[in-house]
Nanobody
């Protein structure tokens, strides 16, 4: 059973910084690890993604402010958040994705989620 544990959330003033970390248990080599967020009354959205090959993808709203990176330990990922804005307030979730291909060529996607960590940006 894969478990993802997040840390690093909290309360920060506008313009401040926070760093979120996520560690996934087990020895699976995930295809990607990502951060999503969900604000009250809104749908969960992708914030940043990092593939096993090192490619990154960011939501337009965080480009230039957030950086996703791989940790030194296997299956760890961090999200450095700078110049935080009140609209960044949300519960942030770590995601690990595994894609398998059967011998018949059938693909299957497995998504694993952390419990979420609250980020509040307020003065």
């Amino acid at each position: 059973q894969v478990q993802l544990v997040e840390s690093g959330g909290g309360l920060v003033q506008p313009g401040g910084s926070l760093r979120l970390s996520c560690a996934a248990s087990g020895s699976i080599r995930f295809n990607s690890m990502s951060w999503y967020r969900q604000a009250p009354g809104k749908q969960r959205e992708l914030v940043a993604a990092l593939t096993s090959g090192g490619s990154t993808n960011y939501a337009d709203s965080v480009k230039g402010r957030f950086t996703i990176s791989r940790g030194n330990a296997k299956n760890t990922v961090s999200l450095q958040m700078n110049s935080l804005k009140p609209e960044d307030t949300a519960v942030y979730y770590c995601n690990a994705k595994l894609i398998t291909i059967s011998s018949m060529g059938a693909g299957r996607e497995y998504n694993y989620w952390g419990q979420g960590t609250q980020v509040t940006v307020s003065s």
